[in-house]
């Protein structure tokens, strides 16, 4: 692991210089360590309010922000992303190959595209950080763990949630309670008006970022010139409920649909090669994997393949369905006890190389700061908090035990925001919203999107046939169609409208055939390289592997 180190805690002093709050941005170039870029980018800094409701405090937060101009001129305006999580950091996605590309695409390529680090982000001034010695740091990471790995694990998760909510709240108090979504909205409006446009925002979210999408629109109904909430979670149950049960609703039907697609092209699925298995065949050969791997772990050289491991990999991979072809050849190499071949996987992913794990828990971290700030519900005893996980377990089957451990801590979470969205979505904005969902989505299904769009005045749901994790998932002309039409013209989809997409599973297409397809200017957009490509930051962190 290395020598020790203790992280000295963060400063909120060294950001609070007493100066005025800004009403311009001075762009100008980026740090390229902090903001990587395959196109040209801009970044500037704002001061906002470290503390909304202590008007009279001199104390400031810096929001550090990267434009990505837009390539078709004059731009009509700009954008502001947020990528999900909670947790999920902006500013080192938005000017990357294949994601530019992409965004670009969708908005029409007329707009400036611009993303902050929220709050409570590694990436922000003010990350949330409650874990300081390397010691304590691997003995997090090496214990988010499902809580069906083992008959005690449920109960040790809630044990773990308990001494991550008092070492947050000993460390952490002042940041735990400044990094709500409530205030992260209010940054938001702050970094419109210094943008010196109209005034109005425009604003493209994923996953989480559709909550916060949701509770800025709530907050300002007014001043939404355009907002596409895409994979979106039900902003309902996050603020109100012990755990986000809607949330996982179509997460056995997206991994059943694994084994269907696997089936259907069997001779590009490794799990179904050489073989006339049955896609129901299938599937229960890995539900009886992962049940074996419980008592019987793999040794791979000085690692253990076990339930946890794979389950994880499994979820990973729920999040883009083309990453799935990997996913099945992994899964095969595991069912046939092909060691050499997962040794050499795990080399090729870098799994068995991290030395510094403060990165690697740096979201998680990050993660439950700011749903534990933003969520109302806490539960005292344990006894009242297994009627939820059962619920989650007949909800979802593969999803229903992967996020227990951050339930856990939010049922026992003592730092209270300063500000907490309280209110409800019966929200009637400027201008309409557009909502975006998957047919098969297992992080957040279509009827989420549905629900959410039913309380939004004139809103409409465009669904996408896509499998995994957002519209960026799933290549389409016609999603491009759609969704430039409402950001260049404020056209919305006709109600009901379907969008097929242009890459069938397991056939290798991309968004930049797509892409190249549609706007035939002869641009070549980078394609997606499923082993690099940043995902949305997602609620699910990667599995670590114990040694």
Wanted: hydrophobic content about 40%; some cysteine; overall charge negative.
């Amino acid at each position: 692991m290395g020598a020790f180190r203790r992280v000295l805690p963060f400063s909120l002093l060294s950001l609070s210089l007493a100066q005025p709050y800004q009403t311009s941005l001075q762009w100008g170039p980026c740090n390229k360590t902090e903001v990587p870029s395959d196109v040209p980018v801009e970044c500037s800094t704002l001061f906002v309010p470290l503390d909304y409701t202590e008007p009279d405090s001199s104390e400031t937060l810096g929001l550090d922000l990267v434009r990505v101009p837009a390539p078709v001129k004059p731009s009509k305006g700009g954008i502001l992303f947020d990528f999900g999580g909670p947790g999920g950091t902006g500013r080192n996605v938005i000017g990357k190959d294949p994601v530019v590309q992409e965004l670009q695409a969708l908005t029409g390529r007329q707009y400036d595209l611009i993303a902050f680090d929220p709050r409570g982000t590694s990436g922000s001034r003010i990350p949330m950080q409650c874990i300081q010695s390397e010691a304590d740091a691997w003995s997090y990471a090496l214990n988010i763990l499902p809580s069906n790995a083992s008959d005690v694990a449920l109960a040790t998760q809630w044990a773990r949630g308990a001494m991550i909510a008092d070492t947050c709240y000993k460390t952490q108090k002042k940041i735990g309670s400044v990094i709500s979504s409530a205030f992260v909205a209010r940054d938001m409006m702050q970094i419109v008006d210094a943008l010196g446009e109209d005034g109005l925002l425009r604003y493209f979210g994923f996953s989480y970022g559709t909550t916060l999408g949701a509770t800025v629109a709530a907050m300002f109904p007014d001043r939404v010139e355009r907002m596409v909430l895409d994979g979106v979670q039900n902003p309902h149950e996050y603020y109100h409920s012990q755990a986000d049960i809607e949330e996982w609703s179509d997460s056995d039907k997206e991994f059943s649909a694994i084994f269907t697609s696997c089936v259907e092209n069997r001779e590009k699925c490794a799990l179904a090669q050489g073989n006339s298995k049955t896609a129901a065949e299938l599937e229960q050969e890995i539900w009886d994997l992962l049940d074996d791997l419980k008592f019987h772990p793999i040794s791979v050289r000085n690692f253990l393949i076990d339930y946890a491991t794979v389950k994880g990999l499994i979820t990973q991979a729920l999040y883009d369905s083309a990453s799935w072809p990997a996913l099945v050849q992994t899964l095969s190499y595991v069912v046939n006890g092909q060691l050499e071949e997962i040794g050499q996987l795990l080399d090729a992913i870098g799994i068995t190389n991290i030395t510094d794990i403060f990165p690697q828990i740096a979201q998680p971290q990050s993660l439950t700061g700011i749903h534990c700030s933003d969520t109302q519900v806490r539960t005292e005893k344990f006894e009242d908090f297994v009627p939820v996980v059962e619920k989650m377990y007949d909800t979802s089957r593969i999803f229903g035990d992967a996020l227990v451990f951050l339930y856990a801590a939010c049922s026992q979470w003592k730092i209270e925001p300063k500000e907490r969205y309280t209110g409800d979505f019966n929200v009637k904005t400027k201008h309409p919203v557009l909502f975006v969902g998957n047919t098969h989505d297992g992080l957040t299904p279509l009827v989420s999107a549905k629900n959410v769009s039913s309380t939004f005045e004139g809103s409409v749901v465009l669904t996408v046939d896509g499998y995994g994790h957002s519209s960026l998932v799933a290549p389409s002309a016609c999603t491009i169609k759609m969704m430039s039409a409402y950001w260049v013209n404020g056209t919305l989809p006709p109600e009901g409208k379907f969008c097929e997409s242009d890459a069938p599973l397991f056939s290798g297409i991309t968004w930049a055939d797509v892409i190249n397809e549609y706007y035939g200017n002869g641009t070549a957009p980078v394609k997606r390289d499923i082993s690099r490509t940043h995902k949305l930051a997602g609620p699910i962190p990667f599995p670590f592997i114990h040694s």
